[in-house]
């Protein structure tokens, strides 16, 4: 299988860190995708142009990341990083807070990219990082009782918190060390999260 991706995307790093717990890494091959290039045939394999995009051996192209990981998840036997029964929408809940997260972040991360420093909208930014605040405090008291889990919910956690640490220079560690004794451990108990840690 090929996974079409960036190193710095948060939601490819938690495709290749559920990828690495089901014991697959070795049956997917990553490939570079750079979703500001027309020319890159992405936008064939994902109309929106978005990564990361599967490839499975038929061909088919799965898109955004949480279809992806249940795809692999159900190709690994099922149960294993997305419960079954009620137990699932507690994993899939956290899973969407954290995504949440990452996105909000993105899109202030995007607002410095692409628009110039005089046109930033103070009120888009603010309305974005009250969502990252929000996201973080409830997080905060949640992730106490998450143990040693290894289901999707905490890989999306762990690879959201991993995103901060990147673009906001851990600043979230000041006022949210539960949260960073949690990613820390995560880091040190699971090599494919480690592995995938990058630094720009």
């Excluded at 969502?131 to 973080?136: C, N």
């Excluded at 990147?166 to 979230?172: M, P, T």
């Amino acid at each position: 299988m090929i996974l079409r991706s960036s190193p710095l995307s948060p939601f490819g790093r938690k495709v290749k860190v559920a990828a690495g717990i089901l014991g697959m890494s070795d049956r997917i091959e990553v490939f570079a995708a750079d979703t500001t290039d027309p020319t890159d045939d992405l936008r064939e394999q994902n109309p929106l142009g978005k990564i990361p995009i599967l490839i499975d051996d038929a061909g088919e192209a799965f898109y955004d990341s949480r279809v992806i990981v249940e795809y692999l998840d159900e190709l690994a036997g099922g149960g294993r990083l997305i419960p079954k029964g009620a137990a699932r929408f507690p994993v899939l809940r956290l899973q969407a807070l954290a995504d949440g997260l990452v996105d909000a972040c993105i899109l202030i991360v995007y607002e410095s990219r692409f628009r110039d420093p005089t046109r930033h909208e103070p009120k888009w930014l603010e309305y974005q990082s009250g969502k990252i605040a929000r996201a973080l405090d409830h997080l905060e008291a949640l992730v106490g009782g998450l143990g040693d889990a290894r289901d999707i919910g905490a890989i999306a956690l762990a690879c959201a918190i991993g995103y901060l640490d990147l673009r906001f220079e851990g600043a979230y560690r000041q006022t949210h060390p539960k949260l960073a004794a949690f990613v820390d451990r995560f880091e040190a108990e699971v090599p494919v999260f480690a592995k995938t840690k990058v630094t720009a």
